[in-house]
């Protein structure tokens, strides 16, 4: 299950999308983001930069979660007592250091935020990855370490999309909590043995999730839609579809979370 959302640094129109496919192969979000120009903020898989290289509107942006979940697996293997002396520890300070940072910017409009970010937190960052090259040369050549310091290493350049833009987030946490649910329940799921069955839940999700991330209240915004739908089934224009998407102001105030 592939899932899309918009930044959560947008606080109005939030939109959650899944979109099954029997594979993990890069036709599928080559497909989804054909027509897509903007920044993706992505996990290290592979696939999403050889979309990126096809596709001269679009550009990847790396996830700092991801990243930072590298060294915090390194660091489970250190003993405790060892653990505030070790190279994944120190890491892992500076990234937090920079997510401090970050925090303090998020009620900011872009500019503002984008301004803060070349002042405050790029110099984080660039002495992060000044301390990683150097210290890179006396990592192990195998291990949880080893496998941190490539990740994040080759990850540089997209880790870095982040400083440029005000609007971009620093990570893709919102798609992560947006995939949890589905993952979680999946195991539950037996009724959903088929293809057609996969497609028709990725479209429930994405309803689902979406009324979700705009204040909605699910179940109520459900029976909404099914109550109101029927009612327009000959209209040939389809402008009323517009007074019952999530953000539209015209809905009822009791789907609305308080």
């Not at 192969?25 to 979309?51: A, M, W």
């Not at 937090?96 to 935020?113: C, F, M, V």
Request: hydrophobic letters at 35%.
């Amino acid at each position: 299950m592939w899932v899309y959302r918009s930044g959560h640094l947008y606080k109005d129109k939030q939109i959650v999308l899944y979109d099954y496919h029997k594979t993990r192969n890069s036709s599928h979000p080559r497909e989804f983001l054909k027509n897509y120009s903007g920044i993706c903020v992505t996990d290290g898989y592979q696939v999403y930069h050889k979309v990126e290289k096809e596709q001269e509107d679009l550009r990847i942006a790396g996830c700092w979660v991801h990243a930072r979940r590298k060294f915090d697996e390194a660091l489970n293997v250190v003993p405790k007592e060892q653990r505030k002396k070790s190279n994944a520890y120190l890491v892992m300070k500076q990234i937090q250091a920079i997510y401090r940072e970050e925090g303090k910017l998020q009620e900011l409009p872009p500019d503002e935020r984008l301004m803060q970010r070349q002042l405050v937190i790029k110099p984080l960052v660039d002495a992060l990855f000044v301390y990683l090259k150097k210290m890179e040369p006396t990592v192990p050549s195998s291990g949880q370490l080893r496998k941190a310091y490539t990740y994040i290493l080759n990850q540089e350049k997209y880790l870095r999309v982040f400083l440029e833009d005000g609007e971009v987030p620093i990570d893709n946490n919102a798609s992560e909590r947006a995939i949890r649910g589905f993952c979680i329940g999946k195991k539950n799921w037996q009724m959903i043995d088929t293809i057609n069955g996969a497609h028709s839940s990725a479209i429930i999700y994405s309803i689902a999730e979406t009324a979700k991330a705009n204040n909605l209240k699910p179940y109520d915004y459900f029976v909404y839609l099914l109550e109101e739908i029927p009612k327009h089934m000959d209209d040939t224009d389809r402008s009323f579809l517009d007074d019952l998407l999530p953000w539209s102001p015209n809905l009822p105030d009791g789907i609305r979370k308080n």
